[in-house]
Each structure stands twice: as C-alpha cells, then as structure tokens.
C-alpha cells in the first residue's frame, strides 16, 4: 500500500514541520544567516514536495474505477495535513516578512512564496476535483421524492439500453 | 441472517444533472449498470460517511473512464448523495456532482 506509506510520511512530516514552525520564531532564528532560517526554508519545500506527492495519489484514486471507494480516508488526511501545512507556511511568510529584505532573505522569500502558491493551488485542485454539491439540485430532488417521482435504477438502465445507438454520442 | 436487498431509486433532478456531463451512452450505461449493482453491496462499509449539511443522506463515488468519445476521452468522478433514512430498502438518490479530467488511455 504505497498510499498509507506516503500517507503516513506526510503526517509525521507536517507534524513536524508545525513544531519547527512554531518554535521557530525567535528574533535570532529569522536572521539570514542563521541555521534556523536555511532549515526552515528546507523544511517547508520538502513538506510541499510531500503535499505534491499525496495529492496527486490522492486525485488519482479519486478518478480509478478500482480505487475510488476507499480515497474517503485518504482525503480526509490530505485535507486536514494540507489545511495544517497553509498554516505553517502562513506562519513562515510573516516572520520573513517581519525579518525584511536583503539579498539572502529576498532569494529565499522568492523561493518560499512559489512554494507557498504551489500549495495554494493544491488546495484548490482538490476542491476542483471534489466541489460541493448544488444545494438546488437537493431542494428539487427532496420535492420529487416527496411526490413519489423517482425512477428505479433498473428502469433507468432499460431505457437507456432499449434507445437507439444513435440517439446518444 | 439475510441482508435486506437495497433497491436503487434516482430523482428526476440527479438524471437531468447527470446529462449536464456529457457522457457517452455506454458510459452511462456503465455508470447507472454500477449504481443498480454495486451501490447495495456498499452500502455497509460507507453509509456512516454522512453528508455534514444532510445527515440524512451518506456519500457514494463512482469514477468512469469515458473512452467511446475519441476526440475527447475522459475520467469522471461522480459523487451522489445517497438517503439511507427514508426507507429500510430502498435508497434514493437525492444529489450529484462530477468533476472529470482528460483521459490518456493506454496504447
């Protein structure tokens, strides 16, 4: 199950870098020159190369006949570790905001901002693949049902079949 | 002890929904084929992934790969919102949303 491995990986490592991130914040950590500053920077690509990795396992079980029953669980935890990982990069963009630009800090902010975008659009891709459900689709079918107007899937199947091939695509 | 035989009933409203997708018929046929035989046996395993905004009605996905458009095959994920409360047999589909994406068939 490579899936639950990555998933697995990707937990620890959001955990992980929410500590770091959190910890991270002192005034002599966000200096360019420090250690702090070069690992933190480290931590969140490699938590965005991560994210990469189980979303894009994440959209492609979601669109295989096989496995799209069981992407349920999967993307409970990609949402909740994606939604964990905005926030620590959030975190991370205001401390190198507040730490100001200079040569070294402006590389690495340039750096950081197109991995924090790259997650944005992670975020979004998952809400394009699984967006809400119409709520005036909802309202129609609950009037319809009360009225009894529904079709048993059986009878739906037969007439699509007994229609003529090229009364379809 | 006999498993209660779950009948599949769908609303004007997700049908007409469902036509906004553009399917193939076969596609189509394959996907209301999944809902008539698969969607009872699954029934246990995903009923308690309740819909937050309709408790009433459990989430069910079923993915098609549309390749009997040629010009333009494609993935679909289709997610239903199912009403297991109404009736102790029958589930009724009361809601649908799809998304789909470009589709490279093996060669």
Redesign the interface.
Known sequence: MTNRLLLQRYVRRSHLAEELAESWREPESTEPASPDFESMIDECLQLRDLTRSAVQALLAE????Q???E??RAEEVVRRELSRGLRIFALVADALAAAGTSPPRAEAQAVFAAAFAELRGYQQQLD????????A??R???V??ERG??????D??AR??S?H?A??? | MCLPAF?????????K?LGFA?????A??RL??K??TELPG?VG??RH?R?P??PDCF?Y?????DQ??PERPR???F?F?V?DT?SPDVL??????F?S?P?QPEP
């Open positions: 979601l669109y295989d006949e496995l799209v029953k992407s349920f394009d693949a699984l967006p809400a459900f119409d709520p689709i909802g129609q079918a609950r319809e049902l107007e529904g079709e048993f899937a059986e739906v199947l699509l079949q229609q091939p009364s379809g695509h | 009948r599949v009933n769908i609303q004007p409203a997700v049908i929904a553009d399917l193939s018929r076969t189509l046929v209301v084929a809902l008539l699954d395993a995903l992934r819909l905004d309709d989430e996905r079923v993915a098609i790969y009997d458009q993935r679909f994920l997610r919102a009403n109404r009724f589909l009361v809601n649908v949303r998304s994406k589709w």
